[in-house]
């Protein structure tokens, strides 16, 4: 099943890195099942409503894994890194043989529909009043409760999303640009806009919400980053520079990391962090080290620090966070 095979790669992955014996772990998992990667990478969404149904090998068991495990996979440094240039190298999936999307539902819409929610109707992960919230007919599916349709709110109900529910879906992994609805909770509508203008009103919203899917951390790191262009590189790295110059305590124990390839370092090897050295454009902020009788540069993604329980561990944390995800 995809939750062994995922889960027994990631442990590997833990243990070991992009080893060997990793790569083959994850090579079975996909081997079972290729459309998990979709949904730990982000190149869509998880679902608001996990599948009733589950079948080895098929959408839904990648929905119900996803939605039960993305998190692990991103708290470990790497793995969604990892495990998408593996799928960029993995040979192609044999001919889809499964049978093709319904193209009307049981109640008489069908594929590319506008639709509206009808009035009292609430989210099923929430108590959010959906009524009157206007989408387009992405695709329909089956549960215990009724056929359901999944639906793309158009770029007006998209602009008028409340914060607070976006923020609520990227912190529980939810899409909250779409929804699976029952059937019955929708009318015909009038279409007011067009696929194209939806997906650049989704793009600009998107921006505005970075970090939200990680908590609290998240909002500790968008806090370092501010208003800076994220694609302004220098400026990025500049502002987590002056953040932690002034909140590391020097000097303090650390391990270098078991994914770091470094020639005169071995992974696990306790190293002394003595301060910061400067930032380069590819290996972000650098570390001055003490390791043995040498004194060395590190980056600072490149390690762990020993002691769990200090302050030194929250900010370098959050650094790493955001320089695997970014």
């Known amino acids: 099943s995809a939750v062994w095979l995922y889960t027994q790669a990631l442990l590997a992955f833990r243990q070991s890195g992009a080893s060997a014996s990793a790569n083959r772990k994850l090579g079975e998992a996909l081997g079972q099942n290729r459309f998990v990667p979709d949904y730990l990478t982000g190149a869509k969404r998880i679902p608001n409503r996990l599948p009733s149904y589950i079948g080895l090998g098929d959408d839904n068991e990648a929905v119900d894994y996803a939605g039960n495990h993305l998190n692990y996979w991103r708290r470990t440094p790497g793995a969604v890194e990892w495990l998408g240039e593996r799928l960029a190298k993995a040979p192609p999936p044999a001919a889809d043989t499964a049978k093709p999307k319904r193209r009307k539902g049981k109640g008489g819409l069908e594929l590319g529909d506008s639709v509206v929610v009808k009035p009292e109707v609430t989210a099923p992960d929430s108590p959010t009043d959906l009524s009157g919230w206007r989408g387009r007919v992405e695709e329909f599916s089956d549960s215990d409760e009724g ?116 020639e005169e370092l071995e992974p696990g090897e306790r190293i002394e962090v003595l301060g910061i050295k400067g930032i380069d454009e590819n290996f972000g902020i650098l570390m001055l080290v003490e390791a043995g009788d040498s004194v060395g540069i590190v980056p600072l993604m490149g390690f762990e620090v020993i002691e769990q329980d200090t302050t030194n561990f929250q900010y370098i944390d959050d650094y790493i966070t955001w320089f695997m995800e970014g």
Request: avoid cysteine; proline fraction near 6%.
């Open 147 to 262: 056929p359901l349709a999944l639906i793309l709110w158009d770029s007006i109900t998209l602009s008028e999303l409340p914060p607070a529910y976006i923020k609520q879906s990227e912190q529980q992994g939810l899409a909250w640009d779409r929804i699976y609805l029952l059937e019955d909770e929708l009318l015909p509508a009038e279409s007011r806009d067009t696929p194209e203008e939806r997906e650049v009103v989704y793009m600009g919203i998107s921006k505005q919400y970075p970090w939200d899917y990680l908590g609290e951390q998240g909002q500790r790191i968008q806090s370092v980053l501010g208003d800076i262009d994220e694609d302004d590189e220098t400026a990025v790295l500049e502002a987590w520079e002056n953040h932690v110059r002034r909140h590391l305590k020097f000097p303090f124990e650390a391990e270098v990391a078991e994914y770091l390839i470094y």
